[in-house]
């Protein structure tokens, strides 16, 4: 469904819901009468589950009823939720990637602002500048954001590398090449990829905020600078990122990220570029971050890429669902569920003001980094269009899985999808 058809029948949607209310009983259940509240989200593999389940204990621990409602895939699950708001049965809550995924949901009037709660938590005081930005429309608040994760980052098994003569992880991508050539003579997998449209772009966005540098990056996904993909620049990544092509196995097209991340878990491939939602996946394994499976900030630990879920609220005129959606955004936010739910889940807290010392030094690594402002920066997703960027990942992925695309050919393809 296009952008502008979406936003006239969400319009339409949310006048009829408002005009139906006007004509109802308003309840006086008081805050503390709490009812259920379905929550829809995409969090089905392993360590995502085990993440959850912390929200979930907390969140029940304090008075809420969770009602689960999982869908396998992203584009699936809000494809789903959409319908729901669409269809005037709204879920309580929906998992969002954070940015303006949730414009059209906000501009009609669809989604219930979080203000108060943000005031109560003194949210504008503990959360990151970027996630404050990516939640809020006109000064008010419609998100809660779940946890900061790194997008930028090169996984690899130590045992891979070892066995394939490599003596020292690559911190650069002529090195890095070279130790490919030694992993596939030694006949593992040099680079796993998932074979998804999102995926491939994380890899794509880990080469050129390493080999473009972070002002290239912003001018291509904040300001929009079209002359920055024809720069030299954007150029050495895209042939990086073409280069990448004959170091993967036949079988990545289609793959989802847990069963890529599998292959480094058993020793079949050296290399995985992905988030470090990942270590979820070690956890559930058995296995350790940074022991056995080794974790480099691409490609020399000096930029983060910020990115994160959110939750958002469709209006619902129950107030007993109103006071759990309350209750799970501070849930969420709280100090005692951002801890032990990053641990499982991979992530950094999103709040700065607890204590992570519990945490794995992998995330000791990104928050070391993360402490430099000037090293941060947001994700795709909190600064352009999901249609932008739907264009862009189609450009991606058509080079990657085409050998006969030349860089040319990507370049202008990527430019034509930031002119729009």
Not at 66 to 93: F, H
Not at 172 to 200: C, H, S, T
Not at 210 to 219: F, H, I, P, V
Request: with cysteine.
């Amino acid at each position: 469904m296009g952008g502008l058809k979406v936003r006239i029948v969400l319009r339409r949607m949310a006048a009829m819901l408002l005009a139906a209310a006007a004509f109802g009983a308003v309840s006086t259940a008081s805050a503390e009468d709490v009812g259920e509240l379905e929550v829809v989200h995409s969090w089905t593999s392993a360590g995502e589950a085990a993440a959850l389940a912390v929200i979930v204990e907390e969140f029940e621990k304090a008075g809420g009823k969770w009602v689960d409602t999982a869908v396998a895939g992203i584009e699936a699950m809000q494809t789903l939720a959409l319908n729901r708001i669409l269809g005037g049965n709204p879920p309580g809550s929906v998992k969002y990637v954070a940015g303006p995924q949730m414009d059209n949901l906000v501009e009609a009037g669809m989604l219930r602002t979080l203000d108060d709660v943000a005031a109560e938590g003194r949210w504008s005081e503990v959360l990151p500048q970027a996630f404050l930005d990516a939640i809020t429309r006109e000064g008010h608040i419609y998100a809660v954001p779940v946890h900061n994760h790194g997008q930028n980052w090169m996984w690899y098994s130590k045992e891979v590398l070892a066995k394939s003569g490599v003596t020292e992880v690559p911190n650069n991508w002529d090195d890095f090449f070279a130790a490919m050539d030694k992993v596939k003579a030694a006949g593992y997998i040099p680079i796993a990829v998932a074979g998804q449209r999102w995926l491939e772009q994380v890899v794509f966005n880990n080469v050129l905020i390493s080999a473009a540098g972070r002002d290239t990056y912003l001018s291509i996904f904040r300001d929009l600078d079209v002359e920055a993909v024809r720069s030299p620049e954007f150029r050495k990544a895209a042939e990086i990122f073409g280069r990448m092509r004959d170091y993967l196995d036949p079988g990545f097209p289609g793959r989802s990220w847990n069963n890529t991340f599998n292959l480094i878990l058993t020793n079949q491939a050296a290399v995985q570029f992905i988030g470090d939602f990942v270590k979820g996946e070690i956890l559930a394994a058995g296995q350790t971050p940074g022991v056995e499976v080794g974790c480099q900030l691409t490609m020399d630990g000096s930029t983060f890429i910020i990115s994160g879920d959110t939750f958002v609220f469709p209006k619902i005129d129950d107030p007993r669902v109103r006071a759990a959606q309350d209750l799970l955004a501070k849930t969420i936010v709280a100090a005692e569920t951002q801890v032990p739910f990053s641990r499982l889940k991979g992530s950094v807290p999103i709040r700065t003001d607890v204590d992570t010392s519990s945490l794995d030094q992998c995330a000791q690594a990104g928050i070391a980094v993360l402490s430099n402002p000037e090293a941060q920066v947001p994700t795709p997703e909190m600064l352009i269009t999901p249609a932008m960027r739907g264009m862009m990942q189609d450009a991606i992925s058509s080079f990657l899985n085409d050998s006969s695309m030349t860089v040319d050919e990507f370049i202008e393809e990527f430019a034509h999808a930031v002119e729009g």
